[in-house]
Structure formats: structure tokens, C-alpha cells
């Protein structure tokens, strides 16, 4: 049974930091390209960042480039997005996924597994 579990959400302050974590079980996590997803209050899915199955490659989006950092450990089946710097903007429900392919999808659909999310919240 595939599971995607994140963690690490909370309520922080403007320019604070938060390290989010998604604990994959199921499947050969080292086959599969990883990805963040968000989704702020009343809009739609945005794309984040996306790690290659071996870590060497990374994308972020614009909005997010210089602030976060992706990463993944292979021996712990676990995936991490650092977050630094965080802006109101950033307020969403954080996804994670998993498709074996790079993609910059926001289908929930076409990614092959999808986490329950975790709420960050940026708010003085």
C-alpha cells in the first residue's frame, strides 16, 4: 500500500523558516521523481519544486527560487522542503507527489501518488 505522509506545517511568522517532511512508503521511492504541490486558500494547485529520484537534479519555481531548498534521503524514504524566508504568500496546503517523469503538472491526476498535505500558515 503506497502512502505519502507530510509533516512538519505550522503557523509561522514573516521571514521565519519551516522544514516540511514526507514519508513515502509502498513503492521504490528511488525510482520515482518527488514533488511539492501547494494550495493556497481558494485557489488552485501550484507547483513548487521537484527532486530527480537520485537527488542530483532540482526545480523550483520562480516565486519560491533562492527561499527553499528540496532534498530527499533515499535510505530513509523521506523527502524534505526547506523553507527560509517565508512571505503571507506563502500560506497554502503543502502536497507532496510522486511521478516517475519530471513534470510541472498541477493535475493532481497525473501524478502517480499524492499525499494528504500539510497547512503552513505565514501570518504576524
Known amino acids: 500500500q503506497v502512502q505519502l505522509v507530510e509533516s512538519g506545517g505550522g503557523l509561522v511568522q514573516p521571514g521565519g523558516s519551516l522544514r516540511l517532511s514526507c514519508a513515502a512508503s509502498g513503492f521504490e521511492f528511488s525510482d520515482y521523481w518527488m514533488y511539492w504541490i501547494r494550495q493556497a486558500p481558494g485557489k488552485g494547485l501550484e507547483w513548487v519544486s521537484g527532486?530527480?529520484?537520485?537527488?542530483?537534479?532540482?526545480n523550483y519555481d520562480e516565486s519560491v527560487k533562492g527561499r527553499f531548498t528540496i532534498s530527499r534521503d533515499n535510505a530513509k524514504n523521506t523527502l524534505i522542503l526547506q523553507m527560509n524566508s517565508l512571505k503571507p504568500e506563502d500560506t497554502a496546503m503543502y502536497y507532496c507527489a510522486t511521478k516517475r517523469s519530471f513534470t510541472k503538472t498541477t493535475t493532481q491526476q497525473n501524478y502517480d501518488f499524492w499525499g494528504q498535505g500539510t497547512q503552513v500558515t505565514v501570518s504576524s
Open positions: 527532486i530527480s529520484g537520485g537527488g542530483g537534479r532540482t
